[in-house]
Nanobody, 127 residues
Framework: QGQLVESGGGLVQPGGSLRLSCTAS????????VAWFRQAPGKEREGVAC????????RYADSAKGRFTISRDNAENTVYLQMNSLKTEDTAVYYC????????????????????WGQGILVTVSS
């Protein structure tokens, strides 16, 4: 059974950067679309960024555009989320998820149907 494991979270000051990793085991993540989601305290989980499996197309939430970059290294079976210019409102538990079916244009709204989820990792942006 496939698994996803997030790493790279932690505490960072406003304006700082973090790179999250999402490493797959038990399946080849290269054949999957992968998305990052986040859930802040008291809020619903929301899509942040996603990347397609073949041509590497990406899609970002408005809150992430210009600051976050999603990328993948299929040889490492890993997807990354580079987060720059972090703000206090970026504080959340970040999750990665993978799916072989849905196009990236719909992956955020179909999150409850995605095939594989990681356990989540906390990112805290605070001075």
């Amino acid at each position: 059974q496939g698994q996803l494991v997030e790493s790279g979270g932690g505490l960072v000051q406003p304006g700082g950067s973090l790179r999250l990793s999402c490493t797959a085991s038990g399946f080849d993540v290269g054949g999957y679309k992968v998305a990052w989601f986040r859930q802040a305290p008291g809020k619903e989980r929301e899509g942040v960024a996603c990347i397609s499996s073949g041509d590497g197309r990406t899609r970002y939430a408005d809150s992430a555009k210009g600051r976050f970059t999603i990328s993948r290294d299929n040889a490492e079976n890993t997807v990354y989320l580079q987060m720059n210019s972090l703000k206090t409102e970026d504080t959340a538990v970040y999750y990665c998820a993978a799916d072989s079916g849905f196009p990236i244009e719909t992956i955020f709204i179909r999150q409850r149907y995605l095939e594989v989820w990681g356990q989540g990792i906390l990112v805290t942006v605070s001075s």
